[in-house]
């Protein structure tokens, strides 16, 4: 049965921003942090490596009651039995990503427009991410920013959750989170802090106050 996806902070593994840490010990921090929603995301590992890295977060998520996402490997989801899949508008696409994926997991699509977020809709999404908000670097030809009117724009016409990402930092989460997105995500904040616990708990302190 299709779990839904919980409210609140998203994170994502990106390793070439952690410090020299592994995607493992990463994970381990966050979750024994309170993270309940996590993705895997890493561009540059073989198949291989990529597969024997989520078999062991499948294990920790599972101890950890927290919602598992991994991105763009359809493959390596079912494998490990991930509660869902994330793909980007470059990726399969959404109806095909279902047939193989089945009824029962999550998948969730990146849109950069109003035309993406009403046709992920249309055709099955779970969810979508609403972004980049601000500048990243974290991917390599980004989109560019989108801002919080496109965020607006979803939070009115879109029914399904929505996850805010990109550029977002402790210095502007509340300017997004007043905008009332489901989700917050923030990468290379949380992976490359040397203190993960700490910047885990003050973007949930954030949250919690303005809820």
């Not at 952690?18 to 995301?41: A, P, T, W």
């Not at 990726?91 to 977020?117: C, Y």
């Amino acid at each position: 049965m299709k779990k839904q996806v919980p409210k609140g902070l998203y994170a994502i593994t990106a390793e070439n921003f952690s410090n020299g840490k592994d995607n493992i010990i990463v994970v381990k921090e966050m979750l024994d942090s309170g993270i309940k929603i996590l993705q895997y995301r890493d561009k540059d590992k073989s198949k291989f490596e990529k597969f024997k890295q989520c078999e062991i977060i499948r294990k920790l998520t599972l101890d950890y009651d927290c919602f598992f996402i991994v991105n763009d490997d359809i493959d390596i989801a079912l494998a490990v039995q991930s509660d869902g899949v994330h793909i980007g508008q470059d990726d399969l696409p959404l109806k095909k990503v279902r047939e193989l994926t089945g009824e029962n997991i999550t998948i969730g699509l990146s849109t950069h427009s109003p035309e993406q977020a009403l046709l992920a809709v249309e055709q099955g999404a779970d969810y979508i991410g609403v972004g980049p908000i601000y500048k990243t670097f974290t991917k390599k030809n980004a989109t560019d920013p989108v801002g919080l009117n496109y965020l607006d724009f979803c939070v009115r016409n879109i029914a399904i959750p929505k996850i805010a990402i990109g550029g977002i930092k402790l210095s502007n989460l509340l300017e997004v989170y007043r905008h009332s997105p489901e989700n917050i995500c923030m990468v290379t904040e949380i992976t490359s802090s040397n203190s993960i616990g700490l910047t885990i708990k003050k973007a949930q302190e954030i949250m919690h106050d303005y809820c």
